[in-house]
């Protein structure tokens, strides 16, 4: 998902074990949610009442325990008027109440033992206030129904397990208007007429996800093919407005193989569409196969300061086909390894495309945002977040989750080298695809690829939180003919931010007889170098070599002794 300066408001229950599990330096707080069945497949079957702004929907459940003496089954359900519940095979009716914080919990017919498969259907109505969105028509656009997932809105619109760290198959069929067209997650199987003179859509997703990602939008649109790769893509604009989606999204495919080539793992699943939608509150939202944005954050594109605003965001949307959907991070705590994994392929993509210097560009304004925010914060926390159970106000703090999780990943390959760093993303693709992801499992992959112990490094700058703030003072000896350097980290140390970042500050010396260059080794509350020079010093300076760009420095005057 992009972050855009509109805010959007989620409510969550999210259920937090004791559990702790050790990282590379301490102790840290896991943000897992237990559940005892994995669940299969989500058979999702819903109508539409556009001017009661409801919905009628039957869910068929099919799941797996993972215990023994399974009797009971709880789904995430808030807002559902839940009419029938029933074994699916056998028609068998299933005693059921909506408990508080919104949990549908449904008496099972008998104890099942663990791995056994059994199908739960329900029916139920529902007016969302979350979820699913109604949109009413205007001279720009028909009217629309779309659905926000992330990161717990599904649970308004069917019952689910809706967490990130369960995967599951889905199938919907849609019931529309006629004249509408819908677009949706996985393959298109067809459409068949009902004898109210509505038709049903239906799609199929047999690629295992987390329900965040489950959607459709409805509407009249407008479709472009877009045939130039082995990946079908699709197009779906507003009739009148063809030529801005041809444009602004013009780049789709040479993206594709750009992040093919980078990560050595092909475009996962069987097509990808990308539809703007009116009253979206992010810039877009990677929902699998079937990207939805904003539609005002596409049209910038007609404008020259638009179009680097507006590929970007196709390159995040796309890039969360790899990192977000392919492999998803385990719980809340962990979206960096989503959002900020798709805001470094911005900048890959950008450095692929247009140089070296757009990418640095890139990364250096990401920087400069995290920094500015990092300065005047109340709300600090690590890549890894311990606020994670604040649900509602994840993306809040885009400038940790988004920019400086992007600029980690920048300073991260410049650690190790671009050859270890995208043999490491391969790893960690391969390794856990189609499964969830932590922090440590990067880790594994960094560390094999790249031969390096990198528990100091992911310690201090995602299991912690905040930034090097540098002050630098510089003594002259005439008689010794030398210059000491010396570099104070001030930055306000508590229980996450440290007293010492450890990173290698590159300085120069400008004489009349020339430069010199040094570094100068971080890591300690304060660190000197003294360096011989041919004539009496006029300037220091660090050298701006974007390797470790989350940092503020103070310099001050040289002072000549005698």
């Known amino acids: 998902?992009?972050?855009?300066?509109?805010?959007?408001?989620?409510?969550?229950?999210?259920?937090?074990?004791?559990?702790?599990?050790?990282?590379?330096?301490?102790?840290?707080?896991?943000?897992?949610?237990?559940?005892?069945?994995?669940?299969?497949?989500?058979?999702?079957?819903?109508?539409?009442?556009?001017?009661?702004?409801?919905?009628?929907?039957?869910?068929?459940?099919?799941?797996?325990?993972?215990?023994?003496?399974?009797?009971?089954?709880?789904?995430?359900?808030?807002?559902?008027?839940?009419?029938?519940?029933?074994?699916?095979?056998?028609?068998?009716?299933?005693?059921?109440?909506?408990?508080?914080?919104?949990?549908?919990?449904?008496?099972?017919?008998?104890?099942?033992?663990?791995?056994?498969?059994?199908?739960?259907?329900?029916?139920?109505?529902?007016?969302?206030?979350?979820?699913?969105?109604?949109?009413?028509?205007?001279?720009?656009?028909?009217?629309?129904?779309?659905?926000?997932?992330?990161?717990?809105?599904?649970?308004?619109?069917?019952?689910?397990?809706?967490?990130?760290?369960?995967?599951?198959?889905?199938?919907?069929?849609?019931?529309?208007?006629?004249?509408?067209?819908?677009?949706?997650?996985?393959?298109?199987?067809?459409?068949?007429?009902?004898?109210?003179?509505?038709?049903?859509?239906?799609?199929?997703?047999?690629?295992?996800?987390?329900?965040?990602?489950?959607?459709?939008?409805?509407?009249?649109?407008?479709?472009?093919?877009?045939?130039?790769?082995?990946?079908?893509?699709?197009?779906?604009?507003?009739?009148?407005?063809?030529?801005?989606?041809?444009?602004a999204f013009d780049r789709t495919a040479d993206m594709m193989a750009t992040f093919e080539r980078l990560t050595g793992v092909k475009f996962p699943f069987n097509k990808y569409d990308q539809t703007i939608v009116s009253n979206f509150a992010f810039g877009g939202m990677e929902n699998i196969t079937a990207t939805t944005y904003a539609d005002q954050e596409i049209f910038f594109y007609d404008m020259d300061f638009g179009k680097p605003l507006v590929t970007d965001l196709v390159s995040h949307e796309l890039a969360h086909s790899w990192f977000g959907n392919l492999v998803t991070c385990n719980n809340w705590a962990e979206l960096w390894l989503n959002e900020g994994f798709a805001t470094f392929m911005e900048a890959a993509y950008r450095e692929a495309a247009f140089g070296r210097d757009n990418y640095l560009s890139k990364i250096r304004t990401d920087a400069g945002s995290f920094l500015m925010k990092d300065a005047v914060t109340n709300r600090r926390h690590g890549l890894y977040n311990l606020r994670a159970g604040e649900v509602d106000k994840l993306f809040d703090d885009a400038s940790v989750t988004y920019n400086k999780g992007g600029v980690v990943l920048h300073m991260l390959r410049e650690e190790i080298g671009n050859e270890a760093f995208w043999k490491g993303a391969n790893i960690y693709l391969n390794r856990h695809r189609l499964g969830t992801v932590r922090t440590t499992d990067l880790i594994a992959a960094m560390e094999e690829a790249s031969g390096k112990d990198l528990d100091w490094f992911f310690d201090q700058w995602v299991f912690k939180s905040g930034a090097p703030r540098i002050t630098i003072t510089s003594v002259y000896s005439a008689r010794s003919q030398t210059i000491k350097i010396t570099a104070t980290q001030t930055q306000k140390a508590d229980a996450i931010v440290p007293a010492v970042f450890r990173f290698n500050l590159p300085l120069s010396i400008t004489t009349s007889k020339g430069v010199i260059e040094k570094d100068i080794m971080l890591d300690a509350r304060a660190n000197s170098i003294t360096v011989k020079v041919p004539a009496r010093p006029s300037g220091v300076e660090v050298v701006d070599d974007m390797k470790m760009p989350l940092k503020t420095v103070k310099m001050t005057k040289i002072v000549y002794a005698k």
């Open 1 to 247: 998902m992009k972050f855009t300066s509109l805010r959007y408001s989620f409510s969550a229950v999210v259920i937090m074990t004791a559990a702790i599990f050790a990282t590379a330096q301490a102790p840290i707080q896991t943000f897992d949610r237990p559940h005892d069945y994995d669940a299969k497949h989500y058979l999702i079957k819903t109508s539409f009442d556009k001017k009661a702004k409801s919905i009628v929907g039957e869910t068929t459940v099919t799941f797996s325990p993972t215990i023994d003496s399974f009797k009971t089954l709880n789904l995430d359900a808030v807002g559902l008027r839940v009419t029938a519940a029933t074994v699916a095979e056998a028609g068998t009716k299933l005693n059921f109440a909506v408990k508080p914080g919104g949990v549908l919990s449904i008496d099972l017919d008998r104890a099942y033992s663990k791995g056994e498969t059994i199908s739960v259907r329900i029916s139920y109505s529902a007016s969302p206030k979350k979820g699913i969105y109604f949109v009413e028509e205007t001279d720009e656009h028909s009217a629309q129904i779309w659905t926000q997932g992330e990161p717990d809105e599904a649970r308004h619109w069917f019952p689910s397990f809706d967490f990130p760290s369960d995967r599951a198959t889905t199938e919907q069929m849609l019931t529309v208007d006629k004249d509408e067209t819908v677009i949706a997650n996985g393959e298109f199987l067809g459409k068949s007429d009902e004898s109210n003179g509505r038709v049903t859509w239906h799609y199929k997703m047999p690629v295992s996800h987390p329900v965040y990602l489950v959607s459709f939008v409805i509407g009249k649109y407008s479709r472009i093919d877009d045939a130039r790769g082995p990946v079908p893509m699709a197009f779906y604009t507003y009739p009148g407005r063809e030529a801005n989606a041809k444009a």
